[in-house]
């Protein structure tokens, strides 16, 4: 089953206590981003990555960080979180066909992310 | 800078109605991308379409349609014979066209649709 699936699916930290969520997909896409919700300011991407070792920012890269060393992962690390980084977040992944013609993307569950 | 304007924050239909969803878009960028995803009250997100914007062809998918109109700026979404399936929260976004790998993706703040039964 193609599939996007992101971890932890919710989790609860400390402000200033680095943690990692991953996002894997199994269908040998070579895009993938990272975004996040918030109410009220809707949905932005935080980073996106074009392939293997090729990433660049979004609307607000801030406080976060990723690497593409493998085509199916794509993890987000936040290296000190703060309470503004309390949010829900998607990962997601897309291709191209018919020379960028068409494209369909596939979304991860979201990672509820509460940082104390 | 690109930007996405969804004026309508909810809308609320009895269902069979047909809803359009408003889209407004500004970009100094001459060809680009426009798409529409739906958040169910599930929370997952789902990518609905994209539109090249050299395209002006518009897209019908079932009850779902897809009013490209580049004179005006505007990629809005019809739901035909809506259901209450169709309640969700949809966002409407837009993407630069370049060669150079600029993936930056604009989102509108979405309208919440709700079908009454």
């Known amino acids: 089953e193609a599939q996007v699936t992101q971890n932890p699916r919710y989790l609860i930290t400390v402000t200033g206590k680095k943690l990692t969520v991953t996002c894997s997909q199994n269908?040998?896409?070579?895009?993938m981003s990272w975004y996040r919700q918030d109410p009220g300011l809707g949905l932005r991407q935080i980073y996106y990555?074009?392939?293997?070792?090729?990433?660049d920012k979004g609307d607000v890269p801030e406080g976060y960080k990723v690497s593409r060393k493998e085509k199916r992962n794509f993890p987000l690390i936040l290296e000190s979180p703060s309470p503004n980084q309390t949010s829900l977040y998607f990962c997601?992944?897309?291709?191209?066909?018919?020379?960028?013609?068409?494209?369909?993307?596939?979304f991860g569950p979201g990672t509820r992310l509460l940082v104390l | 800078a690109q930007k996405v304007t969804q004026a309508q924050t909810e809308i609320s239909v009895v269902e069979k109605e047909d809803v359009t969803l408003d889209c407004v878009y500004e970009?100094?960028?001459?060809?680009?991308?426009l798409f529409w995803y739906k958040q169910p009250p599930s929370g997952e997100l789902v990518f609905l379409i994209r539109?090249?914007?050299?395209?002006?062809q518009n897209e019908i998918s079932g009850r779902y349609s897809w009013n490209f109109q580049k004179s005006t700026s505007s990629f809005n979404f019809t739901i035909t014979a809506s259901q209450v399936v169709d309640s969700a929260v949809y966002f409407c976004?837009?993407?630069?066209?370049?060669?150079?790998?600029?993936?930056?993706?604009?989102f509108g703040t979405g309208t919440r649709l709700t079908i009454i039964p």
């Open positions: 997601a992944s897309s291709f191209r066909t018919g020379g960028s013609l068409r494209e369909t993307q596939y």
């Open positions: 269908m040998n896409h070579e895009y």
């Open positions: 990555s074009m392939n293997v070792e090729v990433t």
């Open positions: 970009t100094r960028d001459t060809t680009y991308y």
């Open positions: 539109r090249n914007s050299f395209d002006e």
């Open positions: 976004a837009l993407r630069k066209i370049s060669n150079f790998g600029n993936e930056k993706l604009t």
